[in-house]
């Protein structure tokens, strides 16, 4: 069973830096074919896709966020990085880490099958 915890800080700044890693466990995020996403819903909307990062490293982004994200991974550990540079009070959301079904469209929410419990993040001075 795969889980995934998300875990960093709850308030950030306007203009700083969110920084989110994902920990992964009961599966690698090496194993073909599988994406990991950073999913996030602000306050009375939907679910909004940001990123995610393949199986073999490669990334993809939301047309909306890509000048402002940024995913990594760290394979020693198991994890998974989002980095939201240049943060408003619109980014308050509850942020989730994700993993895909086998092959799937990497944007779309219903292709995601297991979930973190997410964490609320503040964006406010």
């Known amino acids: 069973q795969v889980q995934l915890q998300e875990s960093g800080p709850g308030l950030v700044k306007p203009s700083q830096t969110l920084s989110l890693t994902c920990t992964v466990s009961?599966?690698?995020?090496?194993?073909?074919?599988?994406?990991w996403s950073w999913i996030r819903q602000p306050p009375g909307k939907d679910k909004e896709w940001m990123g995610a990062?393949?199986?073999?490293?490669?990334?993809y982004y939301s047309p909306s966020l890509q000048s402002r994200t940024s995913l990594s991974r760290d394979i020693s550990e198991n994890q998974f990085s989002l980095q939201l540079s240049s943060v408003t009070p619109e980014d308050t959301a509850v942020y989730y880490c994700?993993?895909?079904?086998?092959?799937?469209?990497?944007?779309?929410?219903?292709?995601?099958?297991?979930w973190g419990q997410g964490t609320q993040v503040t964006v406010s001075s």
């Open positions: 009961g599966g690698s995020i090496t194993t073909r074919y599988y994406f």
């Open positions: 994700a993993r895909s079904r086998v092959v799937a469209a990497p944007g779309s929410i219903d292709e995601y099958e297991y």
């Open positions: 990062i393949w199986y073999d490293g490669s990334t």
